[in-house]
């Protein structure tokens, strides 16, 4: 959730940086007249609006791969959780060992349970970072499928920007093309996976 936030940050933060450039050589253009007078042609600009939060939960792309990366999840902390259970066992055998056993007769077990303790450490490191990197894959995959959508429904509709619905404060109903984007996102995701 965190990371669709950050992506909805993101893409609103770079729409505002659009429409701040938009407006900024809107301003620079030179002006046209039709008489003497300076009179300056204002072209209408047509803006729609995607919710990115929407994308995400009925995207079925989102849904495969979500799917996928919990399973991949399960897996890594499965093996996590055997490492583990060798670590615990290696602790109470040196528990019990240590009331009978001298330190150069323990030191073989000190030595696992460091070992055990620095591969978990490290094994925990690596399940951080794989889920982060699956997950920024998935919201770069997303992404990239979306601006090709919105590429086409801009064309169709005749639009001259798509912003998230994120980068903006209040936009008309009639302006949100989420529904059309999901809709064309999992009719070329479903004809991909059929091919």
Known sequence: MKQNILLGSVIALAACVAVLFYLQCKSCSPKTSTTNDPVEVVKESKYLFINMDSVAMNYDL?????ANIQSKGMERESKFRAKEQAYNAAIKEFEIRQRTDTERQLQPLVEKIQ????ELMQMEQNIQQELMLDQQALEITITDSLKKVANEIAIEKKADMIITSAAALYYS??????????????K????????
Do not use: G
Not at 115 to 118: G, S, T
């Open 173 to 186: 109903p009639s302006l949100d093309v989420t529904k059309e984007a999901i809709e064309k996102l999992n």
């Open 115 to 118: 070992r055990l303790q620095q």
């Open 188 to 195: 070329r995701y479903n004809a991909s996976k059929t091919e």
């Open 62 to 66: 989102t849904k495969d791969k979500t």
